[in-house]
């Protein structure tokens, strides 16, 4: 992390973080009578995880940004909230460096003892998307099998 550049760190934080607000502010004028917007986050916004490094400090100003386009938003209606999906065993995801023993590491850590599947992601998107969440705004809603509330 001490060796990012500030390029780097300006362009993680752009395109992690300014880009839902870009995105908020072009969706509005189609949002006449309210709705949902939806981020994705991941945990190391909230906690170091290592060789995440820049990316951890951008999902902080993104998970930062939901806050403030909720406030700013819950007048007109618009909600905003963010998930912070746990690993996926994915074809794109198997292709990072060190991926299944993060698979391993969440299967034995979480108190689910499993992974997620991406149905599961989709479910957490369709609830905040729905009016079932109509008085959520502003969270983060962390879908990792319960990953988020382990100390140890």
Known sequence: ????GREAFRMARDV????????ARGALPLMTGGGSIIAMTYYGAVKVVPHYNVMGVAKAALEASVRYLAYDLGP???RVNAISAGPVNTL??????GFTAMLKHYEEHAPLKRNLEP??????????????SSATTGQVLYVDSGYEIMGM
């Not at 149905?119 to 079932?132: I, V």
């Open 92 to 97: 794109a995801a198997r292709g990072i460096a």
């Open 1 to 4: 992390f001490i060796h990012t």
């Open 76 to 78: 007109k209606k618009v």
């Open 16 to 23: 992690s973080a300014y880009s839902l607000v870009a995105l």
């Open 119 to 132: 149905r599961e992601l989709g479910s957490a998107g369709l609830f905040l998307a729905s009016d079932m």
